[in-house]
């Protein structure tokens, strides 16, 4: 699921993705069956039922998985607990012939339903200049940095994507639900054919109890800072625009949301959660069994974040605006000495998501903040040395936007743009001062199971005081994605 959003999306779904005159909830369901969210098998669901209850369909099959609220799932129709999901099984062969099939409940110990996800996502790419992460650039190294030597191609498969949906009969009153996600993005293996052999990562990992008008969460989620991301496959692991104006990441956290809907159709979202107050920083030098404690856990309290959200019936769809804060204190030791410098942590954003007609819509972020390097904001530089004029945190803001075009059913286009520009003055003379990204992306459903994308990225990075070092760089990519 990339980015805690399926709710806003689905409140837009009469005009966001549909491309030529189709039920606009067919149209939804074959997206997220792109993506992921939900089965080919539920898709089938969605597309044979009647038209008048194909939103309500789609609407139970997300709240059952956790995605929807039971008031967000009131809005569509969703009237009771929709039943557990099922998952196919393969039982044992009587006969010399192929293993017969049969359809059965997968069930944990504790009777909890389980349904199974993933993307098995093949990615090939070709760069024009030096980087920061050969198959996912970020951002550009100085020019000449790579002694004349800055061209590369290679393939990687680490992007795939795997994943479990729990969910339970009522506790308390409350629809209980779970996930479970990760991918292959942890590192390589230390041998000399390593390369090809990605450690696990943890994504997400959370339970989440659900009333009518109220929800608590609990575990690692998406911020609630900031939480749209562009569509991309050749940025699936690590999102588009990250270093360019784009704040994300997945963070332990307790959380409570609280929904209304008034009866024009238009619906209210407050979020408040306290995080694990990581900021972004390197504690130690190597990350083995040990873990000691970095900038944003010696401040001795958790991160704070909230966000408000309003969504409303515009042109056949929903215009969906949203406000968010973070806050997190912490403190910058001196090298040598109880001396510390205090780091306040703290960031704005703006989220949008605006239906401008059926054929395309814009969605995008602006934030403001200072020492917000667990959002890849001004990564690696988002808190200088003690003593130094960033030792405090170092301000920054950006943004990003993007326009989808969505010609057919099957094909579809992505145009966006990020920007992002730290205080100069807080930053050393070679810091990376301005990063900018271009991006457009092609992408062409084969079926709901198959994708193929096609990925340009044009990336500008410079550099404080040093002219010479700034580079410019191209990134292209092509993806195949099996979607279950």
Not at 121 to 133: E, G, K, Q, V
Not at 243 to 265: K, M
Not at 372 to 390: C, D, H, K, Q, R
Not at 398 to 426: D, H, V
Request: with cysteine.
């Amino acid at each position: 699921m990339q980015a805690r959003i399926v709710a806003a999306t689905l409140l837009i779904c009469s005009s966001l993705f549909a491309a030529e005159p189709e039920d606009p909830a067919v149209a939804l369901a074959r997206i997220l069956a792109a993506k992921g969210t939900i089965t080919a098998a539920e898709l089938s669901t969605v597309e044979s039922s009647p038209a008048a209850g194909r939103v309500t369909a789609l609407a139970a099959m997300l709240q059952r998985k956790g995605l929807l609220t039971r008031a967000e799932g009131a809005q569509f129709g969703v009237t009771q607990t929709p039943p557990a999901p099922q998952s196919a099984a393969v039982a044992p062969s009587t006969s010399t012939g192929p293993a017969q099939r049969t359809d059965r409940p997968v069930t944990t110990r504790t009777e909890t339903s389980v349904s199974l996800y993933g993307t098995l996502l093949m990615n090939a790419f070709y760069n024009t200049s030096a980087n920061n992460i050969q198959d996912i650039p970020l951002f550009l190294s100085k020019q000449g940095a790579g002694g004349g030597n800055d061209k590369n191609f290679g393939m990687t498969a680490r992007q795939t994507r795997l994943g479990l949906r729990l969910s339970a009969s009522d506790v308390a009153g409350a629809k209980l639900s779970g996930q479970f996600e990760f991918d292959l993005l942890g590192g390589k293996t230390p041998f000399g054919n390593g390369m090809d052999m990605d450690i696990f990562r943890l994504r997400l990992a959370y339970g989440r109890l659900d009333w009518k008008n109220v929800a608590v969460e609990a575990g690692q989620d998406w911020a609630i800072f900031a939480p749209l991301n562009p569509t991309s496959l050749a940025a699936f692991a690590i999102p588009d625009f990250s270093a360019s104006g784009n704040p994300w990441i997945r963070l332990p956290q307790v959380r409570v949301e609280v929904g209304a809907g008034p009866r024009d159709g238009s619906h209210l979202l407050v979020q408040a959660a306290a995080l694990d107050p990581n900021a972004g920083d390197y504690p130690t030098a190597t990350f083995s069994s040990s873990r000691q404690p970095g900038i944003g856990e010696r401040g001795r309290m958790p991160a704070l974040e909230t966000r408000v959200a309003w969504s409303t019936p515009s042109g056949g769809g929903s215009l969906t605006l949203g406000l968010s804060g973070h806050y997190d204190h912490g403190r910058n030791l001196a090298a040598v000495g109880p001396a510390f410098q205090s780091v306040d942590s703290w960031g704005v954003a703006l989220d949008y998501t605006v239906p401008v007609s059926k054929f395309f819509n814009l969605t995008g972020e602006a934030f403001e903040g200072r020492a917000l390097g667990i959002f890849s904001v001004t990564a690696g530089e988002a808190v200088g040395a003690y003593g130094t004029t960033g030792g405090h945190g170092v301000e920054s803001r950006g943004g990003w936007t993007q326009g989808q075009l969505n010609f057919t059913k099957r094909w579809q286009m992505n145009l966006g743009y990020g920007l992002e520009i730290p205080n100069a003055s807080q930053l050393p003379v070679g810091n990376r001062w301005r990063n900018q990204t271009y991006m457009a992306n092609i992408m062409f459903k084969l079926n709901p199971a198959v994708t193929f994308a096609w990925e340009y990225r044009r990336i500008l990075t410079d550099y404080r005081n040093q002219i010479f070092g700034n580079e410019r760089g191209d990134h292209l990519n092509f993806a195949a994605g099996y979607i279950f």
